[in-house]
């Protein structure tokens, strides 16, 4: 389970965790350092652990996170993925919508 920090992005893999940190990078003063970083990247072990029953949920409720990102592979089946999330947040957030909107989403509770 990701550490208590009030801003998270929760990927599936140390592989997708050096390439944001490395993007980031580019494009923005990033510091050193995991502790210092305006944002804590946490790889989950895959795509099963994030979707598992309760993961998200729990954190979501955790009183130190204020934002979560969630970034998975959507290669094969993007709306099917994205149908998952959902069914994992919708509860939390009940305005998500049925479908990934082209730029992106952004929901709020």
Not at 43 to 66: M, Q, Y
Request: proline share 9%; charged share 20%.
């Amino acid at each position: 389970m990701p550490v208590s920090k009030p801003n998270q992005l929760i990927v599936e893999g140390t592989d997708d965790l050096f390439a944001v940190v490395g993007l980031m990078e580019h494009h923005v003063n990033w510091p050193d350092g995991k502790d210092n970083a305006p944002v804590y990247i946490e790889p989950a072990g895959g795509a099963e652990e994030i979707l598992k029953d309760g993961f998200l949920s729990t954190l979501i409720k955790s009183p130190p996170v204020r934002t979560i990102g969630v970034m998975l592979d959507a290669d094969e089946n993007s709306a099917g993925r994205f149908q998952e999330v959902r069914n994992r947040c919708v509860a939390e957030f009940p305005t998500m919508p049925n479908t990934m909107p082209a730029g992106g989403l952004i929901v709020q509770n």
